[in-house]
């Protein structure tokens, strides 16, 4: 059964930094392209990032490029999202899905999401 | 940007057929796939490729892609069903992610 887990959310300041782990299992986790997706609360889906089964290949939406980071370790199958320099607007569920074996292929698993407030 | 627009709510009487368009410039010449979204609960893929179920998806899930719109239909609407849907697309030109606004589903 996949499963994916994420952690790491919580109550932070604008400006500051947070950093998101999605454990995964349930499948051979470097075989697959892995994303990031969030939501606002009442709001719809928004894509934030993708990565590549080797961590070679990796896009941001505009919103967040050049402060959030993707990442990945294959020996620990996980995911992680080094945030930065956040903003309100960054205020969201954030969740982790798996993608296919390339970045193209849709997301098939969502994990259950981590929650992010950015506030003073 | 590639844009994808999706009414804001859709309504079905029960056990008839709900149709949640997608539209978007040229769709038919993207993989259109759709995420359903229950209330406190993550997306789960009920179509990817304009047409193709997940193993698990009810035969009522069926999906159509042509000219500047992607359809999802619900056959036999059910209670279950009631949910928001989004619809996906990987835009080849910025290499971006992009999800319609979402569609809420009312089964009457």
């Known amino acids: 059964e996949v499963q994916l887990v994420e952690s790491g959310g919580g109550l932070v300041q604008p400006g500051r930094s947070l950093r998101l782990s999605c454990a995964a299992s349930?499948?051979?986790?470097?075989?697959?392209?892995m994303h990031w997706v969030r939501q606002a609360p009442g709001k719809g889906l928004e894509w934030v990032s993708t990565?590549?089964?080797?961590?070679?290949?990796?896009d941001y939406a505009d919103s967040v490029k050049g402060r959030f980071t993707i990442s990945r370790d294959n020996g620990k199958n996980s995911l992680y999202l080094q945030m930065k320099s956040l903003r309100p607007e960054d205020t969201a569920l954030y969740y982790c899905?798996?993608?296919?074996?390339?970045?193209?292929?849709?997301?098939?698993?969502w994990g259950q999401g981590a929650l992010v407030t950015v506030s003073s | 940007s590639y844009e994808l627009t999706q009414p804001l709510s859709v309504s079905v009487a029960l056990g008839q057929t709900a149709r949640i368009t997608c539209g978007g410039d040229?769709?038919?010449?993207?993989?259109v796939h759709w995420h359903r979204q229950k209330p406190g609960q993550a997306p789960v893929l009920v179509i990817y490729?304009?047409?193709n179920r997940p193993s698990g998806v009810p035969e009522r899930f069926s999906g159509s892609n042509s000219g500047n719109t992607a359809t999802l239909i619900v056959r036999g609407a059910q209670a279950g069903d009631e949910a928001d849907y989004y619809c996906?697309?990987?835009?080849?030109?910025?290499?971006?992610?992009?999800f319609g606004g979402g569609t809420k589903l009312t089964v009457l």
């Open positions: 990565i590549s089964w080797n961590g070679v290949s990796i």
């Open positions: 349930g499948f051979t986790f470097d075989d697959n392209a």
């Open positions: 040229n769709i038919e010449s993207k993989n």
């Open positions: 899905a798996k993608g296919g074996a390339t970045t193209v292929t849709t997301f098939d698993y």
């Open positions: 996906q697309v990987w835009d080849r030109s910025t290499a971006h992610w992009v």
């Open positions: 490729r304009d047409f």
